[in-house]
């Protein structure tokens, strides 16, 4: 057992020109051009100086849901650039950094996202990760030959099939099996090169992949689902989970049931990392910081606030005025736990509807604070030290001020306090998470995937 002290997480979370919808329009950044290479090679490069462990591009492959062309001509959605081609290009102006990117496994196939995200961590020398999502919306659906999303649960099952498919494509090639022995014309040890002839509910894959297994032998997985369906897939297969939280006792709680069924899995549960996603409004005094919270309040549109509410909760508010408190609300079909929390965050905190689109459209489901370097310090150490989390996915509300603000002002004290590194202490992201280098399934079972052959 090592006398290390146990040590945070850390991520960012990089949106657009920050996640906060009145962010884009905060003068203390001032707008950026979301389709600028240079801003994030900015914000990589500082997240990195940070010694963080992750910088983390979410996507969605069409646009979010909002009602109404006026509120959405007030949301910097109008672009973003796609996740795994910006990661190619970080992983060129940074060294150390881990780079996460969401892909969604609803609308692609395995071979082709097990050879980018392999490409993309023999580019990056190991420091990849891939955000497993299974999508939310109709939207990304009709870009893609349907009317409807696939239902919930069974895009789940779709995304356990897809991942172990990607997890074998990565084992195709041996570590070792490619040797380049001029002296005997050999370039490969043709005994190392497996084929996979998977043929399963979903996918008829045959391998082996056209990409030598990656340098951390499986880039990093992470999942963010909430429901059981999403939080069983974690548990099975995640390294790290993302997840929206608003308060203590129900992060516990979600960060106890990760641990346990990722036990019921056999695995070790200090091997899933549980990251809830937190939003910092800082200031020199809690006076400033609340002074710069109402300010970015004041940033947002009633109209926007009310549609992204009705969209997050799938539910028509239209008859209900913002002072009005939250009707009952039916069940939906997917994202139920998204609903359930913003319900439940409605009726604990007693909040009408006007106040609680704010909250929403701001954080989603997850927690957003402000205060001083310091009290923002204690609130991490008090998550980390209590069984909430095994750190934080810091989501800037505006760009590049909020992350430098964390970075300059926060992440010295979590340092003073050895709640976080002051180096870097791997190469890898899986070293620097304190992960192991997954065994070659193909080795330790030699029955999968040795015949036939792709050259007989
Ligand atoms: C921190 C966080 C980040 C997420 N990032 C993405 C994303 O980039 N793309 C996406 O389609 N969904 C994303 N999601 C949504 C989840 O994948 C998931 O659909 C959601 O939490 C609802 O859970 P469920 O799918 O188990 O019902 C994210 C969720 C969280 C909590």
């Known amino acids: 057992m090592s006398n290390q ?3 945070m997480i850390l991520a960012t979370f990089i949106h657009n020109s920050g996640s906060h919808p009145g962010g884009w329009r905060y003068p203390q950044s001032g707008p950026v ?22 910088y983390f591009s979410g996507d969605s492959q069409g646009f979010p849901h909002i009602k109404g062309k006026d509120a959405f001509a007030t949301t910097d959605y109008a672009g973003k650039l796609e996740p795994t081609t910006l990661l190619a290009a970080l992983a060129a102006v940074t060294s150390q950094i881990g780079l996460v990117a969401t892909v969604s496994t609803t609308f692609n196939e395995p071979y082709s996202i097990a050879r980018r995200f392999a490409s993309l961590d023999h580019i990056s020398n190991g420091r990849i990760g891939w955000n497993v999502v299974t999508s939310t919306g109709s939207i990304e659906a009709r870009n893609f030959g349907f009317d409807e999303i696939m239902d919930h649960d069974r895009r789940y099952d779709r995304a356990e099939e897809f991942v172990n498919v990607v997890r074998n494509l990565w084992d195709s090639w041996e570590d070792g099996s490619i040797t380049r022995d001029a002296a005997s014309g050999r370039y490969f040890d043709p005994e190392m090169v497996h084929q996979l002839n998977h043929a399963g509910e979903f996918f008829k894959v045959a391998g082996p992949l056209n990409v030598a297994r990656p340098p951390q032998g499986h880039p990093v997985i992470v999942q963010a689902g909430g429901s ?5 897939l974690a548990a099975r297969t995640a390294d790290m989970i993302f997840t929206a939280q608003n308060e203590l006792s129900g992060a516990k709680d979600f960060y106890k049931d990760m641990k346990s069924r990722a036990k019921g899995f056999g695995r070790n549960p200090d091997n899933l990392k549980v990251i809830p996603s937190v939003q910092f409004i800082i200031g020199g005094t809690e ?18 606030a009310l549609q992204t509410l009705q969209v997050q909760i799938g539910a028509d508010l239209s008859h209900c005025s913002p002072d009005d408190y939250l009707p009952e609300i039916p069940k939906t079909e997917g994202g139920q736990w998204v609903q359930d929390q913003i319900v439940k965050m409605a009726r604990d905190e007693n909040l009408r509807i006007g106040e609680l689109a704010k909250r929403v459209v701001v954080s989603r489901a997850s927690l957003i604070r402000s205060g001083t370097p ?22 800037p509300n505006y760009l590049p001020d909020n992350l430098e603000e964390f970075i300059d002002q926060v992440v010295p004290i979590l340092q003073k306090r050895g709640l976080f590194r002051t180096d870097y202490e791997g190469g890898t992201l899986r070293e620097n998470i304190g992960l192991e280098r997954p065994e070659n399934s193909f080795v330790n079972d030699p029955a999968l995937g040795c015949e036939p052959r792709i050259w007989q």
């Open 5 to 7: 002290k146990r040590q």
């Open 33 to 54: 051009d979301q389709h600028d290479f240079g801003h994030y090679a900015r914000l990589a490069q500082k997240a990195e100086q940070g010694k963080l462990h992750v």
């Open 228 to 232: 059981p369906a999403g939080r069983a």
């Open 287 to 304: 006076a400033e910081a609340s002074r710069k919270q109402e300010e970015l309040l004041e940033l947002i549109p009633e109209a926007l």
């Open 374 to 395: 310091e009290q923002i310090a204690d609130f991490c150490a008090e998550w980390f030290t209590e069984g909430a989390a095994d750190g934080f996915s810091v989501t």
